[in-house]
């Protein structure tokens, strides 16, 4: 079975500052991987996800992760970020055989100071 | 399209007492779930449902039943309430054409606060 772990719970950072969110996984092969964010009071939404292929992937919002095969880790980033990218963060991963479902991390709250 | 939608938003319960949450979703998606979420563990998988009159259980499916008579509605039960199961609850959806790993690619409601007293 699958695992996640999103070793910070909680992150501030100054609005136009970079961002980057940490994500580790465990899976016997490579997985399939995503970060979803969730804003207050809202369901989740996908950001990015990573299926095979290039290691560098682009979301939505501006976002992008990179998965890396030595380091078991998919890391979010953003060069800049907006007060409106406060909300809580999701990294998720799902094995590649047919009984696999999505497993979530615990989650990392984003606060943006101005 | 509204997407997923869920009701009721808010609801308190007494501790014994039952009730359903209804999940509705206008994509004509072939899965659909239902996660629990409470602080600092994230998601977890209850129930789940690959297609119309099929349900699965997922990682914590003790003390809920869940029915899928049409595709677009996805029902949680809670037939006893108990305050462990006071908890923020998503719908889900997805679809597994032309790729099987969107599957993965989930759309969710905006969620049902319950708390049991």
């Known amino acids: 079975a699958q695992s996640v772990t999103q070793p910070d719970i909680h992150i501030t950072v100054s609005e136009g500052a970079s961002l980057e969110l940490r994500c580790n996984y465990s899976?016997?092969?490579?997985?399939?991987l995503f970060w979803y964010v969730q804003s207050p009071g809202q369901g989740l939404q996908l950001l990015l996800k990573y299926f095979s292929g290039d290691t560098l992937v682009q979301g939505i919002k501006g976002f992008e992760a990179e998965f890396k095969r030595s380091q078991s880790s998919f890391n979010l980033r953003k060069p800049s970020v907006h007060w409106s990218d406060a909300a809580e963060y999701f990294c998720?991963?799902?094995?590649?055989?047919?009984?696999?479902?999505?497993?979530f991390g615990t989650g990392t709250r984003l606060q943006v100071t101005l | 399209n509204a997407g997923v939608t869920q009701t009721p938003k808010f609801r308190v319960l007494k501790t014994g007492q039952s009730m359903t949450l209804l999940c509705a979703q206008d994509?004509?998606?072939?899965?659909m779930y239902w996660y629990r979420q409470d602080p600092g563990m994230g998601l977890r998988l209850i129930h789940y449902s690959v297609g119309e009159g099929t349900t699965a259980k997922g990682e914590v499916p003790d003390g809920y039943n869940v029915s899928r008579l049409k595709k677009q509605n996805f029902l949680l039960g809670l037939e006893s309430a108990a305050p462990s199961q006071t908890s923020v609850y998503f719908c889900a959806s997805s679809y597994s054409k032309f790729r099987r790993e969107f599957v993965y690619e989930q759309f969710f409601g905006p969620g049902t606060r319950l708390t049991v007293l």
């Open positions: 998720a991963v799902a094995g590649t055989n047919l009984a696999s479902k999505l497993t």
């Open positions: 899976y016997g092969a490579t997985p399939y």
């Open positions: 994509m004509n998606h072939e899965y």
